[in-house]
């Protein structure tokens, strides 16, 4: 994405990873994200991950 995410946006987006059956690769190819974005989100925010 060539535009800044608010933390709204990031929380939505692990939000709907979280939630869906989606792949961290799905998502952040969906949103134009880096590889490892999600990733580094998940540590930033204390979240976990999907089992």
């Not at 939505?12 to 999600?38: M, P």
Request: aromatic share 18%; charged share 25%; glycine share 6%.
């Amino acid at each position: 994405m060539s535009y800044s995410l608010s933390y709204s946006d990031l929380l939505r987006i692990i939000e709907e990873y979280l939630t869906s059956d989606l792949t961290k690769y799905t998502t952040e190819k969906k949103y134009g994200l880096y590889q490892g974005c999600i990733t580094y989100w998940l540590c930033t925010f204390g979240l976990e991950d999907k089992p």
